[in-house]
């Protein structure tokens, strides 16, 4: 399960302070609430309500912090190996040398080598 975005909920920077948090909060919530919006969806107001109670926390805003890094480091790593996974498919299909092609071709260069001298 992937780990909800609470700064993107609250439409606040990940460096966000406290007041800063509270302030979206409260313009989130008065704007999504249902009593006063009635078109706005109830799981959008609970979302708004998590993202709160997580990053109002201090303690709980670090544990999530700590998520969200572990969950970055895990897709950066994700990637680099399909990345790496992809390159050797690549490699794979590019036509090799021969053993016979390869001892031609470094007596053909040590050749030139000599001819130069």
């Known amino acids: 399960m992937a780990l ?6 609250l439409e606040v920077s990940s460096t966000a302070r ?7 909060y409260r313009r989130l919530a ?5 009593d006063i919006n009635r078109t706005a ?8 309500n998590e993202a ?8 709980r805003r670090v544990a999530y912090d700590i998520q969200r890094l572990e969950a970055m480091k895990r897709e950066v790593l994700l ?16 036509p090799r040398m021969t053993w016979k092609e390869g ?8 050749k030139k080598g000599m001819k130069n001298d």
């Not at 909800?4 to 909920?9: C, G």
């Not at 969806?41 to 708004?48: A, L």
């Not at 990637?79 to 590019?94: G, P, S």
């Open 18 to 24: 406290l007041e800063d948090i509270k302030q979206s």
């Open 41 to 48: 969806e109830d799981r959008h107001i609970k979302q708004i």
């Open 52 to 59: 709160y109670a997580v990053l109002s926390d201090p303690t």
């Open 4 to 9: 909800p975005d609470y700064y993107a909920i």
């Open 30 to 34: 008065r704007l999504y609430h249902p």
């Open 79 to 94: 990637n680099f190996i399909l990345q790496q996974r992809e390159q050797a498919r690549y490699r794979q299909q590019q």
């Open 103 to 110: 001892a031609i071709g470094f007596v053909r260069e040590l």
